[in-house]
């Protein structure tokens, strides 16, 4: 089993910038596998009297570029970007981009995105069935810039004619792309189309629905005749005192018998945040040194 980190993008974060580095060079010292993070133009689960500087946020695929010249083993990812809210093309160029500078550590995390404010604020909001649509438009079409010539695209959402994307990302066919997925038909895109399936507690991913969704997926792979999906995870551990606005996956001293639950299910890779964000570095070193040898 593999363990990664993830951040989120907004604030305090996004305020003391120079946090990420640290936070990155600090995941790979400890021998983390990723470091991932949140993709979101505002803060999301956003109450209606936020204030406007609860909403400062980093833009995500920036912030890589940026960690992959500070780093040299850790991978690097989104969890997840909201494939919906960019063009195809352009996040492809960018995705790629980051790729080569990282010299082939990008993970593509995507999702067909929830949070109708960030859509309405940045982009223009669809119903869910034509986010799932979108998605998948979306990834063929990146997929596609990665691995061929020049490309001709004629989707419902997304087109594309003649269009060049080089150089090449680094990695062969393109960095792996983890869908975060709770809903069926993006469960059954999961099978059809995705590296891994990556999706969140905070949004649903209990164990209940864990032991729901992984034979839906394994059940479409084999059915078009794909490599089954590695099956992660990501989520908050928080300390026993803290209180979470959002579901997290457990506190801090039930982290072992936690993921064993969700290890049973078939789950490969955990990428962890935690709680409160004044003790994220120290609890990221705990974790470290007490959780995840028990399973290596």
Known sequence: MKFGICVYNWEPFS?????FGELALESEALGYDSFFITDHFLRPHAPKDMKREQNATIEAWTLLSHLAAKTKTVKLGTCVTPMPLRKPEV????VAT??????GRVILGVGAG???????AYGEWHSDGERVQMTKEGIEL???LWTEDVVNYDGNFFKAKNVVLEPKPVQKGGPPIWLGAI?????????DLADAWFPGRAVGATVEHYAYAVPKIKEQ?????RKQPMLALMGYFSQPSEKLGLEGIGTIDKAPEMIQKYRDLGCEYIAAMFAPVTRFKEMMRSFAKDVV????
């Open 142 to 144: 990146v997929r596609k």
């Open 98 to 103: 980051v790729d080569i500078l990282s010299e």
């Open 15 to 19: 305020y003391t910038p120079k946090i």
């Open 114 to 120: 929830w949070d109708r404010p960030e859509f309405e």
């Open 91 to 94: 996040l492809a160029k960018m």
């Open 221 to 225: 792979a084999n059915k078009v005749g």
């Open 183 to 191: 809903h069926d038909k993006m469960l059954k895109m999961t099978g």
């Open 293 to 296: 040898p028990s399973f290596s």
